[in-house]
Structure formats: C-alpha cells, structure tokens
C-alpha cells in the first residue's frame, strides 16, 4: 500500500472531508488530494503530526511493502489506543505489562532503544 492510499484510507476512517483534513492540518485541500494521489510526499514533521493524530506508528505510515508489516495489527491498535490515554494511565498500562511479562517469563522486561 503506497503512502497516498493509507492517508487516503486513514482520513476516510475517521470520517474527515478533504476540506475538513486541510483545516485540521492548515493546509491546502489540494496539498491532501496531491499526497493520497501519490503526487507529492508530505514532509517529515508534518507526517509525523498525521501519524500521531491518526495513532499509528510513524514507521508503518512510512515504510512500504514487508517493511510496513513488521508491526501487526494488534500491535498497531494497541498502540493507537496507548498515545490517546493520559500519561498516568500510560504508566499504569506499562506497569501492569511489566507485571504480565515477568509473571510469564519469569525475568524482567527489556527495552530496546
């Protein structure tokens, strides 16, 4: 899926006219129409205001082909649904994570920077 049909899929998911999308970006209508033809890229910051207010990871709206599936779906929703909760509920949702995985694995967590 190209970039252009997942902004086009992203805006049509959440219901956004063209005109609505342009004003909640402040950008022009043709701007949007050029970007979801494939016709022009969007720089960089501005995808990454269009990947957080759409709650999907920057990499998957980026990437093409293989690359873009490495995140499934479960862990795409997941994710949308964690950058739209209040930071202390982030943390909540974090520690009870931590508490499963050491529960099951019997280690602690690991991150990856």
């Not at 252009?4 to 999308?21: F, I, M, N, V, Y």
């Not at 342009?22 to 970007?35: E, H, K, P, Q, T």
């Not at 490495?70 to 909540?92: A, H």
Request: glycine share 6%; proline share 4%; aromatic share 12%.
């Amino acid at each position: 899926m190209s970039l252009g049909e997942k902004l086009r899929s992203l805006r049509l998911k959440t219901r956004k006219t063209l005109r609505e999308q342009s004003r909640l970006l402040r950008v022009s209508m043709n701007s949007i129409y050029r970007w979801e033809h494939d016709l022009t890229i969007p720089r960089k910051p501005m995808l990454r205001i269009m990947a957080d207010y759409y709650g999907v990871p920057f990499d998957w709206l980026t990437l093409d082909g293989a690359s873009a599936s490495l995140v499934s779906e479960i862990e795409n929703n997941l994710l949308g649904m964690f950058r739209q909760l209040p930071d202390t509920n982030r943390y909540k949702v974090l520690g009870y994570v931590e508490r499963m995985y050491v529960e099951e694995y019997g280690a602690e967590m690991q991150y990856y920077t």
